[in-house]
């Protein structure tokens, strides 16, 4: 069996969505250097829609392929679709990851979160703070 599936391939080589929206109205950046990976997602959203999203992402090949499942998941959604993305959706979308690198999808739910909470920030809408958690920390690197 090979280690990473077809998908994981095909988002790494021919990643969806890569970019940067200059008007975005929200921004999420997640990561850490140590690590390796770091990614940064742009929203465009329009009438409660994710009518555009973008990312940017310094890391391995699972990162990249997690960054871009990822937006493709939520683009053209409700908002509130962005909020409920999860790690594990990330994954079963790519035909799964090797446990050493489930980390990167986790990092891409807190990019989308974190481009949600910038999102409310900036337009001053309430939210649940419970539904941003604090982040997570990298067994893989140890951070």
């Known amino acids: 069996m090979a280690l990473y599936s077809e998908k994981v391939m ?3 080589r021919n990643p969806r969505n890569v970019g940067v929206i200059e008007d975005a109205d929200g921004v999420g950046e997640v990561g850490n250097a140590k690590c390796g990976d770091i990614m940064k997602i742009y929203l465009k959203i329009k ?16 990162a990249i392929a997690s960054s871009s499942m990822a937006t493709e998941l939520i683009k053209g959604k409700p908002v509130s679709d962005a909020l409920k993305l999860t790690n594990q959706a990330v994954t079963e979308a790519l035909d799964g990851l090797p446990a050493h690198k489930l980390h990167c999808s986790v990092l891409a739910e807190e990019a989308i979160k974190a481009a949600m909470k910038d999102y409310y920030d900036r337009h001053g809408i309430a939210y649940d703070e419970s539904q941003f958690p604090a982040g997570h920390d990298c067994e893989h690197c140890g951070v």
């Open 10 to 12: 095909d988002h790494f």
């Open 47 to 62: 009438d409660d829609t994710i009518d555009d999203v973008k990312f940017e992402t310094f890391g391995c090949g699972s």
